[in-house]
């Protein structure tokens, strides 16, 4: 327990004196923009609400659940030897269900970036 003690005091230390010395050593500005939010004393020019398109967010999504992904398969790969035959079908169900829901998101057109397609009915053309 103690060096779990040790250790926060020491992290706190270090925090304080960075803060100490930053007041101390730092630079001083006093600009008419230096207190403007987000903009770092630079005079701000135009909105900062921007807008994205859809597929950024996609990319995004598809980013962040790959990388997930692979970092659960990684974990695996490290430890294979001492998961044995038990770990494989795991990890086998685990890339089944996400190819699954590949396949589901790919049918539905999820993973499409431009606008919807329409499809065409019967109905429709007569």
């Known amino acids: 327990m103690w060096p779990l003690l040790v250790f926060i005091a020491a992290v706190m230390v270090v925090v ?3 803060i100490v010395l930053s007041h101390f050593l730092g630079q001083r500005h006093r600009e008419r923009a230096t ?3 987000y903009e770092s004393g630079i005079v701000s020019e135009g909105s900062a609400r921007l807008r ?3 597929t950024f967010y996609l990319v995004a999504m598809l980013f962040v659940i790959f990388d997930l992904e692979a970092v659960y ?3 695996w790969v ?3 030897r001492e998961l044995g035959w038990s770990g494989y079908f ?3 169900v685990f890339i089944a269900i996400l190819l699954a829901s590949l396949v589901y998101l790919w049918r539905i057109g999820a993973l499409e970036a431009g606008p919807p397609k329409r499809r065409l009915r019967e109905a429709e053309v007569k």
């Open 73 to 75: 398969i990684f974990s």
């Open 78 to 80: 490290i430890s294979f």
């Open 52 to 54: 994205f398109s859809a």
């Open 16 to 18: 304080a004196a960075q």
């Open 35 to 37: 207190g403007e939010p």
């Open 90 to 92: 795991k990890i086998f």
